[in-house]
């Protein structure tokens, strides 16, 4: 069963959904980065727990489109290799941001966020 009905110009939705989990997360990170200078009342950590959290769902919904975009085509033998090494370098991009999600949950949960008060 297809999800999505595409277009002929784009025969999977996977290279249309992939920019949008890596542009997440990078803004997570900068957004996590630019917190240690900007006043807490203004950003804090559960905003960037949503990003990173948010990220992490969106991987996997991106990921799962590559495993189906690569199972509907053909591809040479020379080829294999590289989207075999592709989907193993996405997996472990979506393991990470899954378990470091899991850890700023966990990190809320308990209260453990220094709090940087100016």
Do not use: C
């Not at 996590?32 to 990220?55: C, H, M, Q, R, S």
Request: net charge negative.
């Amino acid at each position: 069963m297809e999800l999505l009905i595409t277009p002929d110009w784009a025969p999977n939705i996977h290279p249309l959904l992939v920019h949008f989990p890596i542009a997440l997360l990078v803004v997570a990170a900068f957004a996590n980065f630019i917190t240690f200078f900007i006043p807490e009342k203004w950003w804090d950590e559960t905003k960037n727990t949503i990003l990173y959290v948010a990220g992490a769902l969106f991987a996997g919904i991106t990921y799962y489109s590559g495993t189906v975009a690569a199972d509907s085509i053909f591809l040479p033998t020379e080829a294999q290799s590289v989207l075999s090494e592709h989907a193993d370098w996405a997996g472990y991009f979506l393991w990470f941001f899954i378990l470091y999600g899991i850890l700023r949950i966990a990190f809320h949960w308990f209260d453990l966020f220094i709090a940087v008060n100016y």
